[in-house]
């Protein structure tokens, strides 16, 4: 299966512990997004990221929130001391090239905070 | 504050019949639009997409309208089919990321 792969799909936290999404990308894509929906919302941005670059990050929140693509492994979003407002449903994408407005998501996961 | 509008967060369309799905934007600067499906649980799918130079894109029975002076978008889905039902996502392309709509909810009645 070429396609994007998240995991875990459903991941479960208590207030105040970490939680790490990990996403790999299609065979050959060296551009990542993360997405975070919220319930009865649509996607927000968070990130964009090319393998060891972080080039947007203009929706991640200031505190808590990491994002890195290493040279070697999957990308990671990273959630330090996790609220319950972080409960959401995130979701990586990924695409050949920059600029290109075709991307193909995972199957996201879900975040839920205790 | 919403660059990507979809004001109908559901819409129920007799199988065989057209659906129309509608969204509105803000920004005069976005370069590429789309259309995105998603089933529950699954991560949304790209459906089609038009340029802000084009005002009609047709990929069997999809076809995306633009028009850039009242900025709207719609997707026109005929005939309609019971694997159409699924939320939809209008998006915009702008620079490195594309922003998304809060989706409609569309549901093919048999």
């Known amino acids: 299966n070429a396609g994007v792969m998240q995991n875990p799909r459903h991941l479960v936290r208590r207030r105040g512990q970490e939680a790490r999404l990990r996403c790999s990308p299609m065979k050959g894509h060296s551009h990542v997004y993360w997405y975070r929906q919220l319930p009865e919302e649509g996607l927000k941005f968070m990130v964009y990221l090319q393998k060891e670059n972080i080039i947007d990050e203009s929706g991640m929140p200031k505190e808590r929130f990491s994002a890195e693509f290493p040279k070697e492994g999957p990308s990671i979003l990273r959630i330090q001391q996790v609220v319950r407002g972080d409960s959401a449903a995130y979701f990586c994408a990924s695409s050949l090239s920059r600029h290109n407005e075709k991307l193909f998501f995972g199957s996201g996961t879900q975040l839920s905070v205790l | 504050d919403q660059q990507v509008k979809q004001n109908s967060p559901s819409l129920s369309v007799q199988e065989g019949r057209i659906s129309i799905l509608n969204c509105d934007y803000t920004n005069s600067m976005f370069d590429y639009f789309l259309w995105y499906k998603k089933y529950p649980a699954e991560g949304p799918t790209f459906l089609i997409s038009?340029?802000?130079?084009?005002d009609k894109n047709e990929d069997g029975r999809f076809t995306v309208f633009l028009n850039k002076s009242a900025k709207h978008l719609s997707l026109h889905i005929v005939p309609s089919q019971p694997g159409d039902s699924a939320v939809y996502f209008c998006?915009?392309?702008?620079?490195?990321?594309?922003?998304f709509g809060k989706g409609t909810r569309l549901h093919i009645l048999p």
């Open positions: 038009i340029s802000s130079i084009k």
């Open positions: 998006a915009a392309s702008e620079d490195d990321k594309i922003i």
